[in-house]
């Protein structure tokens, strides 16, 4: 049974898209008001491996901030708060990066993706050691399962390798070992490409906060079936980017299952199924853009809800780092 879950995300770049929503935080929502304590944070040191303008990054913290709790996050609930106000992560990061090798470390994903395309002399060492900061995040708070997309699964993979070395130095009650939580039909929602997965940083996303122009845009420049020329030709749904987004997104069963059923008769053309995946989105977002506008103008809430939140999670992050100091030898006193 799940007591304590965590997450967090990177504030790298625009608001949050659809796939971020129901990859992630969807699941984050429900937990929240399922089980006993669960910790949402904004991984601002995290977007420093990429955002180095000062203005740029405050905005994208702030728009993260909104988004999330536009999305449900309720401070009430659960503890919410920004990385960079808990000083008890960086601690631990650098405590931590002595118990994983240099190897492990050239296999993680982020890194190899970005060696892919960069030489290293352009990858920061911040990038590098992302992952290490990552666990660092998890582990002090002692979380039983951490909720994320699937592409996360190897840094939870990596928090659990280094929690485990430390474990077997130091004492098996130590550092708790998280489970990833990641839902096996949303864990990766695929892009408006209909090839990889949706990301802002592939430029794939339908966003959720937009303006309705933008998502108009994004949505209509969705892929569909390839094979399909003109809108009299049987298509395919099984698999088609609109049509997963119809699933995810419609309310209204009767109009999806009529969509499909004259697109795969060729009855159908493809801006009729956009128009209605527009119309659906904006209806299923509605109530959350409406709360965004409202917390949009109360900046004296935010700053409470973070001052709150950032409070709360020291309190559980240094009787972690305590716990840790203790054991390695780092005591404050000589006896
Ligand atoms: P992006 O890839 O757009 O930069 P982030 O890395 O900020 O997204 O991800 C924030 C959260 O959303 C993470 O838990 C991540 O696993 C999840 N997520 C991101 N993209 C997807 C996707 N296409 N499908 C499912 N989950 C996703
Ligand atoms: N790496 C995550 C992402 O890019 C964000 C993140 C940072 C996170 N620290 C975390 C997620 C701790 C879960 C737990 O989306």
């Keep these: 049974m799940i007591k ?94 002595n118990y994983i090798s240099f190897s492990h470390m050239q296999r993680m994903h982020a890194y190899k993706d970005k060696l892919a395309n960069d030489s290293e002399a352009d990858i920061n060492m911040g990038l590098f050691n992302y992952p290490i900061l990552m666990a660092a995040d998890i582990l002090l708070y002692q979380p039983d399962g951490v909720p994320v997309g699937e592409d996360q699964k190897q840094h939870v993979e990596l928090t659990r390798d280094i929690a485990q070395n430390f474990n077997k130095r130091y004492g098996s009650e130590i550092l708790k070992l998280p489970e990833p939580l990641i839902s096996k039909t949303l864990g990766k929602i695929i892009g408006t490409d209909g090839v990889r997965k949706m990301s802002k940083s592939l430029g794939n996303v339908i966003g959720i906060f937009d303006s309705e122009e933008i998502i108009r845009k994004q949505i209509f420049s969705c892929f569909t079936d390839p094979n399909r020329i003109k809108a009299t030709d049987p298509g395919k749904v099984e698999g088609n980017p609109v049509f997963i987004f119809h699933d995810l997104l419609n309310q209204n069963q009767e109009e999806v299952d009529d969509l499909k059923a004259r697109y795969i008769k060729g009855s159908v053309g493809d801006v009729e199924v956009k128009e209605k995946l527009l119309k659906a989105h904006l209806t299923y977002f509605q109530p959350f853009r409406e709360k965004r506008k409202e917390l949009e103008k109360n900046n004296k809430l935010l700053e409470n809800i973070l001052r709150q939140g950032a409070q709360r999670a020291q309190n559980l992050a240094s009787e972690t780092l305590n716990k840790v100091e203790e054991a390695i030898g780092l005591t404050k006193v000589f006896n």
């Design 4 to 97: 304590r879950a965590l997450s967090g995300i990177t504030p790298s770049g625009s608001n949050l898209h659809i796939g971020n929503y129901f990859g992630a935080v969807k699941q984050q929502i429900e937990l929240q008001n399922s089980i006993d304590q669960t910790l949402y944070f904004v991984a601002d040191l995290h977007a420093l491996t990429t955002v180095h303008d000062k203005e740029q990054l405050q905005n994208n913290i702030r728009n993260v901030v909104l988004d999330y709790l536009a999305l449900g996050v309720d401070p009430e609930k659960s503890i919410f708060f920004r990385q960079s106000d808990v000083p008890q992560h960086c601690e631990l990061s650098v405590i931590l990066a």
